[in-house]
């Protein structure tokens, strides 16, 4: 909990949770460790879980779109290649468009990563989003216009 808890909070798509949604968050993700060389996430497949790097040095490597999984010479068509250290989380594409991965990524040397299960990223990011949104436009509908209270369907925000 004291290692995840700062990443989560410095993290880009957790940083706006509130401390009940974090915790929740940290207690639910498990710590996974991978070898130099070997692949966090593969290109093509499904995704299931998030990641948060905690300690390491990671590849990315994302292909054009269309690129065929099989295809022994895919390295010709990769679009970007990117290297991510401590702190940042990846694997959000296809977990919330329910997608195949669009990237491989690969640890540079040992790495430890914190994993939390696709379903539960996708309900309690989605959870938390739907909340947000809610309570402002429940704020916005107390804002009187031309002199009285106006009420704004909720819907129209969403």
Request: proline share 1%; with cysteine.
């Amino acid at each position: 909990m004291a290692e995840i808890v700062p990443l989560l909070k410095g993290n880009f798509l957790t940083k706006n949770l509130n401390d009940e949604e974090i915790t929740r968050l940290a207690q639910a993700m498990t710590k996974k460790v991978f070898k130099e060389g070997e692949l966090i996430i593969k290109y093509g497949d499904i995704g299931c879980s998030y990641f948060v790097l905690a300690k390491g040095n990671v590849k990315v490597t994302v292909y054009n779109k269309g690129t065929d999984v099989k295809d022994v010479d895919k390295d010709s068509s990769i679009l970007i290649v990117k290297y991510l250290g401590s702190g940042v989380g990846f694997g959000e594409l296809a977990l919330l468009y329910n997608d195949k991965r669009s990237a491989s990524i690969q640890a540079l040397e040992t790495c430890e990563t914190y994993a939390l299960d696709g379903n539960l990223f996708k309900g309690m990011i989605v959870k938390s989003s739907i909340q947000k949104r809610t309570t402002k436009a429940s704020s916005l509908n107390q804002v009187k216009l031309f002199g009285k209270c106006t009420t704004i369907p909720i819907i129209s925000f969403i």
